[in-house]
């Protein structure tokens, strides 16, 4: 079979799975959650034969184009739907299916009491299908359905437990955050429609290179798709939504909020690197972006005490290091895609061993009642202990190949701007990882370390923590492995070569700073973090219920405030814009047609009047009408 049999069939599995157990309904309950499983492992063989396939090819060669159908023709407008297999799009298709199939297995038994079990596999295997098409389409528009499929499946997977009101607030935030985003990319391809008459990626980089738009509509169109990239990304200034998204199940938040989805926005400003690069005010702001964003997630992480949120700032902190280096242009393509790879492996490790955790702790997700879980979870303990020394980037561990490359290429003179932003971008990248090591290991060390702090509840309850069953240690097992030893391994094997042909063939570039200081201060950065969180969070008694704290403290522990601004920026003065309209409409437009109506109904009562019934005054009114007009005949010529 060649690339153009098996690329479909990427696609076609996991949808045929999800429309099975859907259609089927509880008929399929006992068997579903394996047919889950079997087509999400399904689709990663084919992406595997499809990696065989490419690598036996010469490196110009790694692009095909699959023609599906012919899709949309109107007038000089012509669109087939195509699927590119190259190795951006298979490097997605075997993160997504590899971390998507340990996940499906880890659901088996996290969701094993669930009476909802089937449709909770459904939802994921809709999920990754439209994952998979949208880092496979050849188009804009066809990402755009893969785009919104992955959105509708996030809503569905965060509210999957929508008897509880807080969930379903939280499927309804995250929905209406990422619609924000996608008015974003549904402007842009309409720009790009206008601009070069055509929407797949090929003619729009041939359209580009032909110098058929401007400077300013290239710049347009690159904010346009960074704003969809926020929307999805969780990234300044539309990441409000991710900390909530925990409401979902934990393999969720793995698969869709750590691992793949939330990663959708970078790998929208990769494929678009034709876009930004005739933009370079675009891509500034890319990388001011991902720098915000990346501070703003670790100062937030450092503060919370629930495990799962914890998690979800340090992803947006994480996502923003890769937007950051996809802003910095071809010298950063590379290892964000790099660290995008590593970072799906240790960051969806972390969250199923906070799904362990929660499991042997009966649902509790307060950090502040665990404590010296160590004893009792030795496995959690051990591969979340892997993704732990992956994030902190300490050597040789997968972070360290990844996030230190990115550092490293922040502190790089660009060819268009000044060396400041090198000095700039650099230094926050630095002070991000340092933050990163505090936040991390407080959570390593709250959870796994000191004196056990759970007690019995009001009802006279208490946990008893144990280890979780082999369904749920096996995936984090793996998982734990790729934290450890895949980064080295990518690295010897020339990942970043591997993407030469979509990220192209950058020349060494020396960064301000020598290669060698710039690893040691990191590394000195990410000590420091480490040693503070020990002392305050492992040799230190940690309270059960949190202090008041500083007042950066306060903020961090409800977004710095984000919500609040976003209630004062958009909420309320939308609330008064619509009730300025309904009560304009109200006044204007029906009390313009109600006044017309009872002006009609006034002349008709007065008309009825004059309808008395008697002869003699229909006589009278006749004879004056007469008197009348002969009044008006006559006067005139007397």
């Known amino acids: 079979m060649d690339v153009n049999s098996l690329a479909p069939l990427l696609v076609a599995v996991p949808l045929a799975s999800a429309a099975v157990l859907l259609l089927l309904g509880r008929r399929s309950d006992r068997w579903g959650h394996w047919l889950g499983l079997l087509a999400s492992t399904a689709a990663f063989v084919v992406g595997a034969l499809l990696l065989v396939e490419l690598l036996g090819r010469p490196a110009d ?81 066809l990402l755009f359905v893969g785009w919104e499929g992955v959105g509708l499946a996030s809503y569905l997977l965060i509210g999957f437990w929508n008897h509880r009101t807080p969930y379903a607030v939280a499927a309804k935030k995250a929905f ?50 960074l704003l969809a990239a926020c929307g999805k990304s969780a990234q300044f200034p539309l990441q409000s939504w991710l900390g909530d998204a925990m409401a979902g199940p934990t393999p969720v938040s793995a698969l869709i909020h750590a691992a793949t989805m939330v990663t959708a926005g970078v790998y929208l400003i990769v494929r678009s690197a034709p876009v930004f690069e005739g933009a370079p005010t675009a891509q500034l702001v890319v990388t001011i972006v991902g720098a915000i964003t990346l501070v703003f997630g670790a100062i937030v992480g450092c503060a919370k005490d629930d495990i799962k949120k914890a998690l979800a700032a340090s992803t947006m ?151 979780s069953p082999a369904l749920m240690t096996i995936p984090m097992i793996v998982l734990a492995v790729g934290s450890a030893g895949l980064g080295f391994v990518l690295q010897a094997g020339g990942f970043t070569t591997w993407l030469e042909p979509v990220t192209g063939h950058v020349e060494h570039h020396e960064p301000v700073l020598p290669v060698l200081v710039i690893q040691v201060v990191t590394l000195l950065a990410v000590v420091v973090g480490l040693a503070l969180a020990w002392r ?67 002349i008709g009562e007065l008309v009825r009047r004059v309808q008395t019934g008697y002869a003699r005054q229909y006589a009278a009114t006749m004879l004056l009408g007469l008197v009348v007009l002969a009044a008006v005949v006559l006067v005139p010529r007397i």
Do not use: C
Request: glycine share 10%; proline share 3%.
């Open 61 to 141: 060669q790694r692009s095909v184009d699959v023609h599906l159908f012919d899709w949309i023709s109107a007038g000089r407008f012509d669109l087939s739907a195509g699927l590119l297999v190259d190795p951006l799009s298979l490097t997605f298709v075997l993160l997504v299916t590899f971390v998507g199939s340990l996940i499906h297995l880890y659901s088996v038994a996290y969701m094993a009491h669930d009476a909802a079990r089937r449709r909770f596999f459904a939802y994921l295997n809709l999920f990754v299908a439209a994952m998979l098409l949208l880092v496979l389409a050849d188009s804009y528009l």
């Open 176 to 225: 209406v955050a990422n619609r924000v985003g996608d008015l974003g990319l549904l402007i842009a391809l309409m720009l790009m429609l206008a601009t070069f008459g055509a929407v797949d990626f090929a003619s729009v980089s041939a359209g580009i290179d032909g110098g058929l738009a401007s400077t300013a509509t290239l710049t347009a169109m690159g904010l346009l798709l």
């Open 317 to 467: 902190s994480q996502i923003g290091y890769m937007v950051l280096a996809a802003g910095l242009g071809p010298v950063g393509y590379a290892f964000a895609i790099f660290h995008l790879v590593t970072h799906g492996f240790f960051k969806a490790g972390m969250f199923l061993g906070a799904g362990s955790v929660m499991h042997g702790m009966d649902d509790q997700t307060d950090m502040r009642r665990f404590g010296a879980l160590r004893r009792y979870m030795v496995v959690t303990w051990v591969t979340l202990g892997l993704g732990w020394l992956a994030i902190l980037g300490i050597p040789p561990f997968s972070g360290f190949w990844s996030k230190d490359k990115i550092i490293e290429s922040a502190f790089v003179v660009p060819e268009v701007g000044g060396e400041w932003r090198a000095w700039l971008f650099g230094a926050v990248a630095l002070i991000g990882a340092g933050i990163t090591a505090f936040y991390m290991s407080r959570l390593f060390f709250m959870t796994f370390h000191g004196k056990k702090r759970w007690t019995r509840d009001a009802d006279g309850h208490e946990p008893h923590p144990h280890e």
């Open 536 to 602: 305050q969070y492992a040799s230190l008694p940690v309270p059960e219920t949190a202090p008041e704290g500083s007042a950066l403290t306060r903020a961090a522990r409800v977004d710095l405030y984000q919500d609040a601004v976003n209630d004062a920026v958009l909420v309320e003065p939308g609330r008064h814009l619509t009730r300025s309209l309904v009560y304009g409409d109200r006044t204007a437009v029906d009390g313009a047609f109600t006044g017309l109506g009872r002006l009609t109904v006034g």
